[in-house]
């Protein structure tokens, strides 16, 4: 077989999967998507070292729209790339769905697009950080409809990845029956003898975290977007950092969980070993559940109004992340390396240096965690390290040892040696070269994010962008092997060699001749039921949520609407009630046995729709400014709030279309997003 | 700007760190041509992997218990002089801006707009410490100080346009 060039001999005894055409397209789809926006946020960032650096003139305006733009670009080019990489491997046992796959590279793209429109046409200079108020305090650089470009694009980038989160989390408890079967939970507790592979245990856990952070995002994201039409609200400056970095961090974090996901795949190609679910790797996930739950808070330990207590158990979570990576994944990886007659080449090496850059940026964040030494080094350019270190030489070493892999498989051979190599050197040298500096700079005090870097502090810039430089080039040597890869997929595909024997002279020889076109059916993805299960599945949870719903309809009761016009919150608390009764009326319809039968796949797509978009719109609709011209017009006022109610139904029924596990989560949710929102938005 | 001294004890302790953990890449991947029986492998690595694990249990609960014995975040009341400190874009009003030395200082701190950052460095360009300046909220940071000088303060939280000039200053005597 030509593809054992690129794979290690034993692989072929290992129990494992090929994948399809289909996911070998969207595979590329996402990883062409996420490596071409990291080379061109990572030009960003050289013309951002080299202004800091005193080697061009770059303006203030122009270096935060950058900054800005480079943040959230990057963040969401390798979001797409590891999405990719993980629904790769994944779907060979679950069978994820391509349409709202490619709906989430829609939805991420035209987030991109919103956001390079706000930074680059817009002005838009906050950061990707955005903490409120600092877009509505634009200094004169920036329109209100840069803002709400910018925050727009943010919410479809945050939906993007809800979307991919919630039809994990459906397909995955629909087929290894339930969330716990999905996480290893039976087999760590002896009750069964089987666990799903790793890569599942790893999906489901990105799934829930995911669609945690993404319910978060989407709750000050269109608290902010209701800032823009109503400059009235007030939004809590606690309330929203603590919102923002919650989505942020853990959408950041994440993304190198789903590299993790994909690495339990890949890394058995090269070693010639099967990374097996172990119970130290359930618990691992288990723990690391948990722990990038509360670990955000390490963001906010330079404000003293934090409750001490969170900054306590953040310090404890973010210590304690690094203890699954450093004890589990990256340890196994090692072991399954160790004498394994290891299969060099260049994607199996970017891999490996991946795992370096895990375990360096880490170390340097585990140090910044610890509040004391936080207390020197927040916002400093220690910080930009630790986090370039694992983002630059991890997740972006495999991105590209995810298209690495992708081409050498199609090619059937690695790229050559000896540019491989000087391409590897050039981009380890100048990646850690580039963070040394910011280390070093970090220890000296430098503030992050100075357009013009504090005096006599500049050369630390100067030398970082050279090796940005360094860094550049080693990428371009290795786009180069890439393009040579592709041609040689591309010859493979199209021609082979076949042995021919001369009429004239009856020697025998080789001839390149084109292939027959392989027309041959993908293999049929693995059975799935529909989406598993009803929400409400016993009649005592049918008729707790019928009592819930009879309390929300005191919401409606004259007293209780003139009780609730005391304050904008306990408004939003009213609201959140009518919203509440329909999406308990709505749960209920769709549990019903009658209903729930007719409800199939095609249901579950309107219903995630459902399920994102509503609680939006709720928020948006919450707005002062939306409401308040209602409140002398008694028939519309009285149809607003039906209208409120009506968009609970919606989300209870696309809920409850997304079987018991999802649908639960999902309506959970929704109505976290709506208390959220009534705790920190007030004004008007 | 000089390098301060725990931050060059924590930058040599990362070295340090940094280096063992290439060291051990090197190491693993010197012996990845090897021929080695997995379960060989399995059994001294779980060996080892348990102990790994409890020596890094016990460097979590020991590092990290050890550090809330030195929070920067002030606590309790006591005679202590107080400086209300206010950012704005792009400035920062520090009352009073004369301060006496080896006395126990509470910098009360807020902000008028947006989110600033009140980090300060010493006469030598240390950096002591930093703090956020949140609308709304006012975080107070206790420091005392040793030195006699004029103390630079620079802003730590991303302000805007002129964020990087957003300088202010106190003078301890």
Known sequence: ??????????????????????????????????????????????????????VIDLSPTWFYRLMTLHGAGMLTGALLAMMGALWFVVRSSVPLSLERMLASLVLILVGAVGVIVATVVGGFGT???????????????????????????????????????????????????????????????????????????????????????????????????GKTIDAGVGLDALWAKNLIYFFGHSVANLIIYLAAGAIYVLVPRYAGRPWKTT?????????????????????????????????????????????????????????????????????????????????????????????????????????VAHFHTYLMLCVIFWALAFVAHLLEEAAGRTAPRGP???????????????????????????????????????????????????????FLVLVWQFLRLALAARERGTYELVERRSSWTGVRYLARERREPDVAPEEPLPEVPEPAGRALATPFQLGTMVAVA??????????????????????????????????????????????????????????????????????LAMEPAVYEPLNDRPIL?????????????????????????????????????????????GGG | MHYGEPQVGIGIAFLVLALVIASVFVIVASHTTADVPFERVQRVGYWLRKRWLAFLVLLLVLVVGLSLFRLPYA??????????????????????????????????????????????????????????????????LDLTFHTRGTYRVLCFEFCGLSHHLMQGSFTVR
């Open chain 1, 1 to 54: 077989m030509e593809a054992s060039a690129v794979v290690h001999p034993r692989f072929a005894e290992l129990d494992h999967a090929e994948p399809r055409l289909t996911e070998r397209m969207v595979a590329w789809a996402f990883a062409g998507s996420g490596v071409a926006i990291f080379a061109v946020m990572g030009l960003v960032g050289l013309t951002m070292r080299m202004a800091q650096g005193d």
């Open chain 1, 127 to 225: 950061g990707w950080t955005f903490l409120s108020p600092l877009p509505y305090f634009p200094a004169g650089q920036w329109h209100t409809w840069a803002t709400a470009t910018f925050l727009a694009g943010l919410l479809a980038v945050g939906a993007g990845f809800f979307l991919f989160c919630l039809d994990v989390l459906m397909k995955v408890t629909a087929i290894y029956g339930g969330l716990g079967r999905s996480l290893g939970i039976p087999f760590l507790l002896d009750r069964e003898d089987t666990a799903p592979p790793p890569q599942v245990i790893a999906a489901t856990v990105v799934a829930i975290e995911g669609s945690l952070a993404s319910a978060v995002g989407t709750t000050v994201v269109v608290a902010m977007i």
């Open chain 1, 279 to 383: 119970k130290p790797i359930v618990v691992g996930w288990l723990f690391t559940l948990l722990f990038v739950t509360f670990a955000y808070s390490h963001h906010l330990y330079m404000d003293f109004v934090q409750p001490t207590s969170l900054q306590i158990v953040s310090t404890f979570a973010s210590f304690g992340a690094s203890i699954p990576v450093a004890v589990v994944t990256i340890y196994t990886g090692m072991m399954l390396v160790w004498g394994s007659r290891y299969r060099w080449t260049l994607a199996s090496t970017l891999l490996y240096l991946g795992f370096a850059g895990w375990l360096i940026g880490g170390t340097g964040a585990v140090l910044d965690s610890i509040i004391p030494f936080n207390f020197r080094f927040h916002n400093t350019l220690w910080v």
């Open chain 1, 420 to 474: 491989s190599t000087f391409a590897l050197v050039a981009m380890g040298l100048g990646g850690y070269g580039l963070v040394a500096m910011w280390y070093v700079s970090g220890m000296l005090g430098v503030p992050r994010r100075y357009a013009v870097q504090p005096t006599g502090t500049s050369g630390y810039s100067m030398a970082g962008a050279i090796f940005v430089m360094v860094f550049a080039i080693g």
């Open chain 1, 550 to 619: 009879v309390v929300c309809l005191f919401a409606f009761l004259p007293p209780v609407s003139r009780a609730a016009e005391q304050s904008t919150r306990y408004h939003h608390l009213l609201h959140g009630g009518e919203f509440l009764l329909g999406a308990a009326l709505g749960l209920i319809v769709a549990s019903l046995p009658g209903v729930h039968s007719q409800l199939g796949w095609r249901a579950a797509d309107v219903g995630l729709a459902a399920v994102i978009l509503a609680p939006a719109l709720l928020m």
């Open chain 1, 637 to 681: 006022h009285f149809l607003y709030h039906d209208a409120i109610a009506i968009l609970g139904v919606a989300v209870g029924i696309g809920a409850g279309s997304l079987g018991r596990i999802t649908g639960r989560i999902a309506f959970v949710l929704a109505l976290g997003m709506m208390l959220m929102y009534a705790a920190g938005a």
């Open chain 2, 75 to 140: 606590t309790g009341g006591g005679r202590r002089t107080v400086v209300e400190v206010v950012g704005g874009q792009f400035f920062w009003i520090i009352r009073p801006s004369a301060l006496p030395v080896d006395t126990p200082i509470r910098f009360d701190v807020t902000s008028k707009d947006v989110n600033h950052g009140f980090g300060v460095y010493d006469p030598a360009g240390h950096l002591v410490g930093s703090v956020q300046a949140m609308p709304g909220y006012h975080n107070k």
